[in-house]
């Protein structure tokens, strides 16, 4: 933020052409232009939009598996592609 309020000073108050002030501090033209020519430095913020997952409807069902799952031993626990097979079917059987 020092250097932005820097190369705004040197064009403010010392009236300095913008290829002058990147040939004095190093700093490509363009970003001088940019950094000089900015009023407002508070931080423009977009949201992003919330999707849904096409997981959510079956989060409480693999939750349930997975507790299901800690109480039997651990060679007869489902795998990530078990459970994987399992809700691909539960979609293709939603289809039906």
């Keep these: 933020m020092d250097e932005q309020n820097y190369l705004t ?4 108050i010392e009236g300095r052409s913008l290829r002058d002030i990147a040939g004095h501090t190093g700093y490509h ?3 001088v232009k940019k950094y000089a020519d900015k009023e407002d430095w508070n931080m423009e913020y ?10 959510d409807p079956l989060k409480p069902i693999i939750d349930g598996w ?13 795998t990530a592609v078990k459970i994987y097979d399992d809700t691909q079917q539960m979609k293709h ?4």
């Design 9 to 12: 000073a040197l064009r403010e």
């Design 66 to 78: 997975i507790r299901e799952d800690l109480k039997r031993k651990r060679k007869h626990r489902r």
């Design 46 to 55: 977009h949201p992003r939009k919330q999707r849904t997952s096409g997981l």
């Design 93 to 96: 059987c939603a289809n039906c």
């Design 29 to 31: 033209f363009n970003t």
